[in-house]
T-cell receptor
Framework: SQTIHQWPATLVQPVGSPLSLECTVE??????LYWYRQAAGRGLQLLFY??????ISSEVPQNLSASRPQDRQFILSSKKLLLSDSGFYLC????????????FGNGTRLTVT | KNEVEQSPQNLTAQEGEFITINCSYS?????LHWLQQHPGGGIVSLFM???GKKKHGRLIATINIQEKHSSLHITASHPRDSAVYIC??????????FGPGTRLSVLP
């Protein structure tokens, strides 16, 4: 069966520090991978999605970047965190071809102080 | 105007009540997804449907493509059903677009 792992679960980082959140998927090949952010009390905002290794699409201009070094690994990074980067970050995967459900990781709650 | 809207925004019910959450969208879609987000933040997939109705336990999801509307029903609600319920649509050839969510609280 397919599983998705996302870590860490919580993170407190000072302003200006770097960030690296990692997500891995098991049990499937060539998934679509997504990074979402959910600000407090708000809906899910798509940050990045990837349809293959090294292929990253960004939905909104921001202080973050994403990379996909392996088929089932998706990394969210920042060189210097801002206060506004605080939020709940969720990794998700779906199969290629459309009409495939999203499967989410447990999320990372990031607080930038 | 948001592409996906949900109502109500917040809902409080007594244990045992029948609950309906609505989702409407303004664009053509290939499928619609109902998600449940627990208080801890984790999100699970409940249903994905493109027509008709689906049932899983006490949960029923319906969709009317012509009217661009979907409903999620919970029968015999229970406090463990308390969560945020999110409607998401899949646009043709594009990614998911999410509704703002409906926060449900079921009181014992």
């Amino acid at each position: 069966s397919q599983t998705i792992h996302q870590w860490p679960a919580t993170l407190v980082q000072p302003v200006g520090s770097p960030l690296s959140l990692e997500c891995t998927v098991e049990g499937t090949s060539n998934p679509n991978l997504y990074w979402y952010r959910q600000a407090a009390g708000r809906g899910l905002q798509l940050l990045f999605y990837s349809v293959g290794i090294g292929q990253i699409s960004s939905e909104v201009p921001q202080n973050l970047s994403a990379s996909r070094p392996q088929d089932r690994q998706f990394i969210l990074s920042s060189k210097k965190l801002l206060l506004s980067d605080s939020g709940f970050y969720l990794c998700a995967w779906s199969l290629l071809g459309g009409n495939s459900p999203l499967h989410f990781g447990n999320g990372t709650r990031l607080t930038v102080t | 105007k948001n592409e996906v809207e949900q109502s109500p925004q917040n809902l409080t019910a007594q244990e045992g009540e029948f609950i309906t959450i609505n989702c409407s969208y303004s664009v053509g879609i290939s499928a619609l997804h109902w998600l449940q987000q627990h208080p801890g933040g984790g999100i699970v997939s409940l249903f994905m449907l493109s027509s008709g109705k689906k049932k899983h336990g006490r949960l029923i999801a319906t969709i009317n493509i012509q009217e661009k509307h979907s409903s999620l029903h919970i029968t015999a609600s229970h406090p463990r059903d308390s969560a945020v319920y999110i409607c998401a649509v899949i646009l043709y050839g594009q990614n998911f677009v999410f509704g703002p969510g409906t926060r449900l609280s079921v009181l014992p």
